[in-house]
């Protein structure tokens, strides 16, 4: 069973702390006719067509990133496009613990881009989605720096680094993440 969400899980939600974006909101409205979820992220529109995209377009993802987000280090590592996909790994580290895992593919489906994640207990790797569920990501817009899924934004930032706007509470609230290349 697919689910798409223009926010991640609850359980995230709550277990974290909120932190907001300090940076300035591109001009989504001038880029496209979906509306904001939050400062940096697009809502998806039901009955709406997913925007036109191909893998390489998001080559710029490809290497290893790290960071701060919610309140600790944060990495991120995208392989290249092979086989029709991109596959990753996320992972947050509370000190020297780490807190959770994501491991997640983006696919080229039917013209444009689909991000699937799921979150992993740190300790069990018990999946916080049931087994058959995924949290999907579909593309609303992108731009040469930028690709904008719903609730979601992956934002180029000269070469090196690497920004993420993530929509929570139905855009009440939005976490950034602030990458450098780390490869």
Do not use: C
């Not at 207990?121 to 058959?132: I, Q, V």
């Amino acid at each position: 069973m697919v689910r798409f969400v223009t926010a991640v899980s609850i359980l995230l939600v709550s277990a974290l702390p909120a932190v907001g974006s300090d940076h300035p909101a591109a001009d989504l409205a001038a880029l496209s006719s979906h509306p904001r979820l939050s400062a940096n992220t697009l809502q998806w529109v039901d009955g709406a067509e997913p925007s036109s995209a191909s893998l390489e377009q998001a080559a710029f993802l490809v290497g290893s990133w790290t960071g701060e987000a919610f309140g600790g280090e944060v990495e991120e590592m995208w392989m290249p496009a092979r086989s029709g996909a991109m596959l990753g790994m996320f992972r947050l580290e509370d000190g020297d613990l780490p807190s959770f895992f994501e491991l997640f593919t983006l696919r080229q489906e039917a013209g444009s881009l689909i991000l699937r994640l799921k979150h992993f207990d740190a300790e069990t790797l018990h999946g916080w989605e049931s087994r058959d569920e995924t949290a999907d990501f579909l593309l609303v817009a992108l731009d040469e720096d930028a690709l904008y899924f719903a609730g979601l934004t992956y934002r180029r930032v000269g070469q090196d680094e690497l920004e993420v706007y993530l929509a929570f509470n139905g855009g009440a609230r939005e976490e950034v993440f602030r990458f450098r290349r780390a490869d």
